[in-house]
């Protein structure tokens, strides 16, 4: 894995959680491919999360970019009554590590954390995230976003933007 790889990983993740922070949905959404997978599993118990969304259950589980289009939608038409009013958030990604598949794409694996105000109430949600990305012209199409939330006490929503 060359340096010039890891900084382009690393800023594409970096753009993301601005775009996600800014709001800027349709620049957003043009960083997933069509058919790329979104999901967040459950935990089966304290160290074991469900693997297979088809056989367990998921906070969030797209099989395509269509879920996240919906969910945009509804924000953007104001009816998703549990992102009316939005919160405010801030994403932080570390701890990238790159790896090159043999397919070249390119699998990336980052520690996230996100940190959100709505309505006065401060929190937080953290964990891991595995990326898929597919490389396009000098920049990535997201294929696949798999996030394992480590703190899954939700107290409040949780939805994309939140990870």
Known sequence: MSQELQFAVSQFLFHKSALCDTRQWEAYLDL?????VYHIPQWIDEHTYVQD?????SY?????????????FRIGTGKAASATPMPRTCHMINNVLVETLADGNVEARVVWQTLYNRQGVEGCFYGHATYLLRPVGDGFRIRKQHTVLLNDKIDS?????HV
């Open 157 to 161: 929503v949780l939805d994309f933007y």
């Open 32 to 36: 997933y491919d069509e058919d790329s």
């Open 60 to 72: 969030v589980y797209y099989e395509d970019r269509t879920g996240l289009e919906d969910r945009v």
């Open 53 to 57: 969304p088809n056989q367990g259950l």
